[in-house]
Nanobody
C-alpha cells in the first residue's frame, strides 16, 4: 500500500518561503504522477502543482502560484518537494500530496488514488 507523508508546513509571514516535502514509501515515486493540492477552510480542494513523471519534463501550476512555487523530485530519496516563495495570506491552507500511476490533466484531484494526510501552511503577519 503506497504511503505518503507530508512535512514542512508552518506559520510564515507574507513574502516568506517554505519547502514542503512528500516522502513516499512502498513504491518508486519516479514512475508516478505527483500532485500537490491545497484546501482552505470552506473551499474545495484545488490543484497547486503537479509532475507527470520523472521521465517527462512536464509540470503544471495553478495560475495563482505560477512564478512563485516549484515542484521537484529527488528519486534517490523517494521524495517530492514543493518550494513556495513570496507567500501570500491567500496561500493559507492544508497542503496535500497525492500520486497516481499516470494522469493528465494532473491538476485535477479527482484523478488521484493515494493521498497523504496533509500539512498546514499559515501565511500571516
Amino acid at each position: 500500500q503506497p504511503r505518503l507523508v507530508e512535512s514542512g508546513g508552518g506559520l510564515v509571514q507574507p513574502g516568506g518561503s517554505l519547502r514542503l516535502s512528500c516522502a513516499a514509501s512502498g513504491f518508486p515515486l519516479y514512475h508516478y504522477t505527483i500532485g500537490w493540492f491545497r484546501q482552505a477552510p470552506g473551499k474545495e480542494r484545488e490543484g497547486v502543482s503537479c509532475s507527470l513523471s520523472s521521465s517527462e519534463a512536464s509540470t503544471s501550476y495553478a495560475d495563482s502560484v505560477k512564478g512563485r512555487f516549484t515542484i521537484s523530485r529527488d528519486n534517490a530519496k523517494n521524495t517530492a518537494y514543493l518550494q513556495m516563495n513570496s507567500l501570500k495570506p491567500e496561500d493559507t491552507a492544508v497542503y496535500y500530496c497525492a500520486v497516481v500511476g499516470y494522469f493528465d490533466p494532473c491538476l485535477n484531484p479527482a484523478g488521484y488514488d493515494d493521498w497523504g494526510k496533509g500539512t498546514l501552511v499559515t501565511v500571516s503577519s
